[in-house]
């Protein structure tokens, strides 16, 4: 069992950046592959990016590459979604998963664990 807490969101102008936590507990996050999705109103859950256990391996979708970064440290169990030049179209609540087994994945239903959200609001 592993319970999941996001942070770090809030309201930022278009172009800016916001930097998301998903902080874990129990010694065991290490084994653990972590998602990022999010849910704009009215739209389904999104895969955003996904890190491996070491780190070593990152995922993201198309619409963010370039302008997210996932990273992780193991050591404060914790995983980041670092988000710059952020969008209007970025404004949504985002949430943390864990992965018990298998790599990084897009799908919503290879996750086990999940977090509440936190609301992020790009204005333009």
């Known amino acids: 069992q592993v319970q999941l807490v996001e942070s770090g969101g809030g309201l930022v102008q278009a172009g800016g950046s916001l930097r998301l936590s998903c902080a874990a507990n129990g010694r065991t996050f290490s084994s653990f592959v972590v998602g990022w999705f999010r849910r704009a109103p009215g739209k389904e859950r999104e895969f955003v990016a996904a890190i491996s256990r070491t780190g070593g391996s990152t995922l993201y979708a198309d619409s963010v590459k370039g302008r997210f970064t996932i990273s992780r440290d193991n050591a404060k169990n914790t995983v980041y979604l670092q988000m710059n030049s952020l969008k209007s179209e970025d404004t949504a609540v985002y949430y943390c998963?864990?992965?018990?087994?298998?790599?990084?994945?897009?799908?919503?239903?290879?996750?086990?664990?999940w977090g509440q959200g936190t609301q992020v609001t790009v204005s333009s």
């Open positions: 998963a864990a992965r018990r087994v298998g790599v990084p994945s897009r799908n919503t239903w290879d996750y086990d664990y």
